[in-house]
């Protein structure tokens, strides 16, 4: 496979762009080989550069359930790029948009658009702290919220990539109101509840991603989903779904369409803005009234709310409520490819265990389960970026960490399904025998 073009685009990128990327996982850093600098993408497939061709896993990282360029969201767009780019003043679309949202995520009463994920958890974290009046928050190691400062903390995704749980210019007193319990475990979160009360602070909210997304794909428990809820009743705390990845992603419902757990907020990104720059946070009404200009809370953005990311999100949920076959259909694409790949690894005897939330999978290389991020960093990372370089020499386009998920989009075949099988068996085949 030819790849000049690439290996200089990243090395002339690493002149002006610090890394040669703009977010720290597309440098390959967990896996081996050069960065594939992409010219085009059209339906499930990528071209870079040099003119490869890569069956696409990653989807932009979650947002392109409907693949790239597809027909109907571009018209959406055009026609609302001859309106004009961007006003800084409200518009009907934005009113649609957040209609489309209420009407599916049960106790969600309004919501406030923004441009990214981590301006959506950053807000939601505050409105929540707002509300209850107590400074601390509760996360989960392995569960990435964005990059703010209070959030980086035992971060996975990225910052796991790297091997830095937390980041270098984090305050300490902002740090110290950031608590970390183990993903699937109700008694470490009941043990942070008590640290906080015994130093007075009082936990504020708690943040997690139900379907997490960023240490792979480690789906939350039931039960213990069940008791999260208890627990922050208990204590009251307020409870905030990040859904950026998971929302009418993994279902029209997101988690609510696995879990009948309801939470007081939650976020959302990625699909809503079908590959544009768009997210919200959204809750009760007697938590985001709260918000500025109605309440003490402030939050605000230039671009929040751009016309053209609106009208791409607006097009996409409206084509998902209207098609809700599209998720059984991706859910089965899904599962052929994880069964797949783990036929792949039990004959060349690699151990692999799998998830499927929908469109969304993930495996890890290890023989046991994965519930939490202690157990994914155990999986065989080596051996993962091994199978990631041969996949992609195959034209297979996988995340480019084991700390990710990996999407599946209404464009692909079974034939491509299939094909991404097969260059499995002989990765895997090839890995085995030491080639």
Request: aromatic content about 10%; proline content about 3%.
């Amino acid at each position: 496979m030819n790849l000049t073009n690439s290996i200089n685009n990243f090395n002339e990128a690493k002149q002006v762009i610090v890394g040669g990327v703009n977010s720290p996982v597309r440098a390959f850093g967990a896996v081996s080989g050069t960065p594939r600098f992409i010219k085009r993408g059209e339906g499930a497939y990528i071209y870079d550069e040099d003119d490869n061709k890569y069956i696409d896993f990653v989807q932009s990282w979650g947002p392109l359930i409907f693949g790239h360029c597809h027909k109907d969201i571009e018209s959406h767009i055009l026609r609302a790029l001859k309106n004009g780019t961007s006003f800084g003043a409200p518009t009907e679309l934005e009113t649609a948009l957040a209609k489309e949202i209420i009407a599916v995520y049960e106790n969600i009463d309004k919501v406030r658009l923004v441009n990214s994920g981590t301006e959506a958890t950053m807000s939601a974290i505050r409105l929540a702290r707002g509300f209850s009046g107590k400074d601390d928050i509760i996360k989960f190691e392995g569960c990435y919220h964005g990059h703010s400062d209070s959030l980086l903390v035992s971060a996975g995704s990225g910052c796991a990539t790297f091997g830095s749980p937390s980041s270098l210019g984090v305050p300490h007193d902002l740090s110290r109101h950031t608590l970390v319990a183990r993903y699937n475990d109700i008694d470490s979160v009941r043990s942070c509840f008590e640290e906080s009360a015994n130093k007075g602070s009082g936990v504020g909210c708690v943040i997690i991603e139900p379907i997490a997304g960023n240490m792979g794909l480690v789906p939350a428990d039931k039960e213990f989903l069940y008791s999260l809820r208890k627990l922050c009743n208990e204590f009251g705390a307020v409870l905030i779904f990040d859904e950026v990845m998971s929302g009418f992603r993994a279902s029209l419902k997101g988690a609510l369409g696995f879990y009948d757990v309801l939470p007081d907020m939650v976020t959302f990104g990625k699909v809503i803005g079908a590959g544009l720059p768009l997210a919200a946070f959204g809750g009760r009404d007697e938590i985001m009234n709260l918000l500025s200009p109605l309440g003490g809370v402030y939050q605000a953005g230039t671009l929040s709310g751009n016309p053209l990311a609106v009208s791409a999100g607006l097009c996409a949920l409206l084509t998902l409520k209207q098609n809700p076959k599209i998720y059984s259909h991706l859910e089965f694409l899904a599962k052929r490819l994880l069964e797949g790949f783990k036929a792949a690894s039990q004959q060349a005897n690699i151990p692999i265990q799998t998830n499927v939330c929908g469109s969304m999978f993930g495996f890890f290389f290890c023989s046991h389960e994965v519930r939490n991020f202690e157990d994914a960093k155990r999986a065989d990372n080596l051996l993962f970026a091994k199978f990631h370089e041969k996949m992609l020499a195959k034209g297979v386009y996988l995340a480019c960490s084991q700390f990710e998920t990996g999407f599946i989009c209404t464009p692909m075949t079974e034939k491509d399904i299939d094909s991404a099988i097969n260059a499995a068996n002989e990765s895997l085949c090839e890995i085995a025998q030491g080639i």
